[in-house]
């Protein structure tokens, strides 16, 4: 078994575009979403549209949460652009996604943690920043989750940790935004340090998973410069480098 795993998509098509034609070179047997899917100042609706006849296991991540809950007029930018830009239909496409979700009885597919959207799997922040979190904050973040294969997204950041138990944690990155900063609980950055798209595929090998992190080339300058004309010059910078 071959999975794709794409994450915080972001509404950004050309990037999702770029991927889902290199998952089609690569190969795989079932293409996975976790979620952080429209919101942003690029392309929301159109996003959706192309997303949802392909009817991915998909998942909420915490924007989907954000932009459904509240007055839209006191949402954050990215949201409150997405909210405004969808269509009802794509509204109660994302209102039916679920938070989690298991594929057969061993892959487990999340946003931040098991537990909540909002935390960071395989990073912690501090207050000098953000850095990898260490395998016992790893192992209590995992809990008792019962999968040997935990996809998760949040961080946009590419990585994987095995833990003790032979249970695989894989982040796939970001399909559409490679960099972002942050004040919570402390100012942090997340940064890929290029502009690529990217996702991971994992596939079910005799020795266990093994994961391949992929990085695709699109047209990042195009994306930027819609960013900048719709008043975000943080998206632009990150679309563009890869850096906040």
Not at 1 to 10: N, V
Not at 16 to 35: F, S
Not at 203 to 219: H, M
């Amino acid at each position: 078994m071959k999975i794709a795993a794409l994450s915080d998509i972001h509404g950004n098509l050309a990037a999702l575009n770029a991927v889902l034609d290199d998952v089609r070179r690569q190969g795989a047997d079932v293409i996975v979403n976790l979620g952080d899917i429209l919101s942003g100042p690029l392309y929301p609706s159109q996003t959706a549209d192309r997303l949802k006849p392909l009817g991915l296991p998909t998942i909420k991540g915490n924007h989907e949460r954000q932009l459904l809950a509240g007055d839209p007029s006191r949402m954050g930018p990215s949201d409150g652009f997405a909210r405004h830009s969808l269509r009802d239909d794509q509204l109660a496409w994302i209102r039916e996604l679920p938070t989690t979700l298991r594929l057969g009885d061993d892959v487990l597919l999340v946003h931040g943690t098991p537990q909540s959207d909002l935390s960071y799997f395989l990073e912690t922040v501090t207050e000098s920043g953000c850095r990898v979190a260490t395998h016992d904050e790893v192992e209590g973040r995992a809990g008792d989750a019962d999968a040997t294969l935990i996809l998760c997204g949040h961080t946009h950041l590419q990585r994987s940790i095995t833990l003790d138990d032979g249970r695989l944690i894989v982040n796939p990155g970001s399909v559409g935004l490679q960099a972002y900063g942050d004040d919570r609980p402390f100012p942090h950055r997340m940064e890929m340090g290029s502009p690529h798209a990217r996702y991971a595929t994992v596939t079910r090998a005799a020795s266990g998973w093994d994961v391949e992190f992929r990085a695709v080339e699109y047209n990042w300058h195009e994306a930027a410069d819609l960013a900048a004309l719709n008043g975000r010059p943080d998206w632009e910078t990150a679309l563009r480098t890869g850096y906040c």
